[in-house]
């Protein structure tokens, strides 16, 4: 099993630029989920799915979007990116039930210039 | 919300020594779920220990333990017989929804 995936591992944007983050679990989990994690501020949740089809926001939810068309992928996108973005972004998944192991990716390293 | 304060940004140990990470948290929830994650400098997320809220015995898992004091929304985790391995970032969570603000272990040789 490859656990959680995460593309790509470093990214570098430009204020107003788009894109995705990519997560993919091959643990067939249902519950996924996107944190941000920022110096001093520990890990902050973004978004976080309970099955396809369902989402919903976390704590810090605004910039970004996501969508869970299959149980295995879970893509972040930013819409039109900015400095106070710039971050290290997790994956993670676990099973239904909140006591359950979070398995998380490896991160990746955004700087939005 | 809930929040999550753990008090002390950086900790150091000696080796084979026992060190205590303290994390207290508000809620005004009966039932939940803390937890202790470790991210080594590989920035790898990694269990540590869970403790369910309506167990009063506390959780053990081989060198770690927790004291988990209810009434005082305090949930410290403690470290014994430290390794080198041990060293890392230590972050307390609630229901794995609301994270603290991480405490870094330094284990000295």
């Known amino acids: 099993n490859a656990g959680v995936t995460q593309t790509p591992k470093f990214q570098v944007l430009k204020t107003g630029q788009s894109m995705t983050l990519q997560c993919a679990q091959d643990?067939?989990?249902?519950?996924m989920s996107w944190y941000r994690q920022d110096p001093g501020m520990g890990l902050r949740l973004i978004h976080y799915?309970?099955?396809?089809?369902?989402?919903d926001q976390g704590e810090v939810p605004n910039g970004y979007n996501v969508s869970r068309s299959t149980t295995e992928d879970f893509p972040l996108r930013l819409l039109s990116a900015a400095p106070s973005q710039t971050s290290v972004y997790f994956c993670?998944?676990?099973?239904?039930?909140?006591?359950?192991?979070?398995?998380f990716g490896p991160g990746t390293r955004l700087t939005v210039l | 919300a809930q929040t999550v304060t753990q008090s002390q940004p950086e900790m150091s140990v000696q080796e084979a020594e026992t060190v205590t990470l303290s994390c207290t948290y508000d809620?005004?929830?009966?039932?939940?779920?803390l937890f202790w994650y470790k991210q080594p400098p590989s920035r790898q997320m990694i269990l540590v220990i869970r403790?369910?809220?309506?167990?009063?015995q506390n959780a053990t898992e081989n060198r770690f333990s927790v004291n988990f004091q209810k009434a005082a929304k305090s949930f410290s985790l403690k470290i014994s017989d430290s390794q080198l391995g041990d060293a890392a970032m230590y972050f307390c969570a609630f229901n794995q929804f609301y994270f603290g603000t991480g405490t870094s272990l330094t284990v000295i040789p």
């Open positions: 643990m067939n989990h249902e519950y």
């Open positions: 809620t005004s929830e009966s039932d939940y779920y």
């Open positions: 799915s309970v099955g396809a089809g369902i989402t």
């Open positions: 993670a998944s676990r099973s239904l039930g909140v006591r359950n192991e979070q398995f």
């Open positions: 403790q369910e809220a309506y167990k009063q």
